[in-house]
């Protein structure tokens, strides 16, 4: 019986890159500016005369706004990578045990044009063509009462 592979030393951490936390950091930044340029601008082309104080009232009400904004999607898409890393992660370790142990999950959905076969979620279940089972090739149909009849 083969001994179970070592564990891996590498863990994937939920932390991204140093670059994809900057890109954030900096969208948020560009999102608020562009958020209190809007609000400022609101104010001012509408307002007559002094508005000097509603319109960087204005301006600071959509920063903020925008930059909240900005930071939700801004986090939502680094959790999301850092779930994404994780999970190749996991699939890399499992691709590795099954190759490791020449097990049936060694071999993906195009072992077939390469020569071999193909692994068992890339076959059907009833293990040839995906029809009734009957061997004649006809569709499986639901009858009335929900039983399987062929279709002819």
Same mark, same amino acid.
């Not at 904004?69 to 801004?74: K, M, P, Q």
């Given at each position: 019986?083969?001994?179970?592979?070592?564990?891996?030393?590498?863990?994937?951490?939920?932390?991204?890159?140093?670059?994809?936390?900057?890109l954030a950091f900096?969208?948020?930044l560009?999102?608020?500016?562009?958020?209190?340029?809007?609000?400022?601008?609101?104010?001012?082309?509408?307002?007559?005369?002094d508005c000097?104080?509603?319109?960087?009232?204005?301006g600071l #009400? !959509? &920063?903020?706004?925008?930059?909240? +904004? =900005?930071?939700?999607?801004?986090?939502? $898409?680094? @959790?999301a990578? %850092?779930?994404?890393?994780?999970?190749?992660?996991?699939?890399?370790v499992? #691709? !590795? &045990?099954g190759r490791?142990?020449? +097990? =049936?999950?060694?071999?993906?959905?195009? $072992?077939? @044009?390469a020569g %071999?076969?193909?692994?068992?979620?890339?076959?059907?279940?009833?293990?040839g063509a995906?029809?009734n089972?009957?061997?004649?090739g006809?569709a499986?149909?639901n009858?009335?009462?929900?039983?399987?009849?062929?279709?002819?």
């Amino acid at each position: 019986m083969a001994e179970p592979p070592a564990p891996s030393d590498y863990s994937p951490t939920a932390l991204p890159s140093t670059g994809a936390r900057v890109l954030a950091f900096v969208s948020i930044l560009v999102g608020g500016l562009c958020g209190g340029l809007i609000g400022w601008s609101l104010v001012d082309l509408q307002c007559d005369g002094d508005c000097g104080v509603a319109a960087g009232l204005a301006g600071l #009400a !959509g &920063a903020v706004i925008s930059a909240v +904004g =900005v930071a939700v999607v801004a986090t939502l $898409a680094l @959790r999301a990578m %850092g779930e994404w890393r994780t999970i190749q992660h996991r699939q890399q370790v499992a #691709a !590795g &045990a099954g190759r490791r142990t020449g +097990g =049936v999950g060694d071999r993906g959905p195009d $072992a077939r @044009r390469a020569g %071999g076969t193909p692994s068992a979620e890339a076959r059907p279940a009833s293990g040839g063509a995906a029809t009734n089972g009957t061997g004649d090739g006809a569709a499986p149909v639901n009858g009335p009462d929900g039983s399987r009849e062929r279709e002819h």
